[in-house]
């Protein structure tokens, strides 16, 4: 909702796999904004969207379950793609550490507060669905792959332990 003190109304279009979150997300969107909301139930690796046509793009929480380098290049070529000359993406999501030693430090941090609001039995299922189902990157992989594929003007906004906000502008030629 941060969005509307910057810019409202708006448009926006709504991806994700889970219809609750998309149902979730509309309502919170349309209470606070009067312009067009459109959602698409799918995965967004598999959604054809119109070139150069969103000023902003937010990814907040979902690259880390992309699988393998291909397919991160192949979805962050596709949100360069999508992104109209002058507009942004910034992306908020679980990250990992290059160093095998801060990696698991972060981890265990993790794990401590994971722990602290659920259990060890919480913990070990978020662990053990991470393990089966998400492949995060570093933050400097992804820094990367916006630059790699045409972004200008990174920034990196936060980062605490293993997440951060981070994000890119395309330039206007």
Request: charged share 25%; hydrophobic share 40%; with cysteine.
């Amino acid at each position: 909702m941060k969005l509307l003190q910057y810019a409202s109304p708006f448009d926006c279009d709504l991806v994700d796999l889970s219809q609750p979150m998309l149902d979730r997300a509309h309502t919170r969107i349309a209470a606070a904004n009067s312009g067009e909301i459109r959602t698409f139930q799918c995965d967004f690796r598999m959604l054809d969207l119109p070139d150069q046509r969103y000023d902003i793009i937010l990814a907040a929480a979902v690259l880390h379950h992309l699988r393998d380098d291909q397919d991160w290049k192949n979805v962050f070529h596709k949100i360069y793609r999508l992104t109209a000359p002058g507009g942004s993406v910034w992306i908020t999501d679980l990250v990992s550490h290059e160093t095998k030693q801060v990696q698991k430090m972060m981890w265990d941090r993790y794990g401590a507060y994971l722990c602290s609001i659920g259990g060890e039995e919480y913990k070990n299922n978020v662990f053990s669905y991470i393990d089966k189902e998400d492949s995060p990157r570093s933050v400097t992989y992804q820094l990367d792959l916006l630059r790699k594929v045409g972004f200008d003007h990174i920034e990196l906004l936060h980062k605490n332990s293993c997440f951060a906000a981070f994000g890119a502008i395309k330039r206007v030629k």
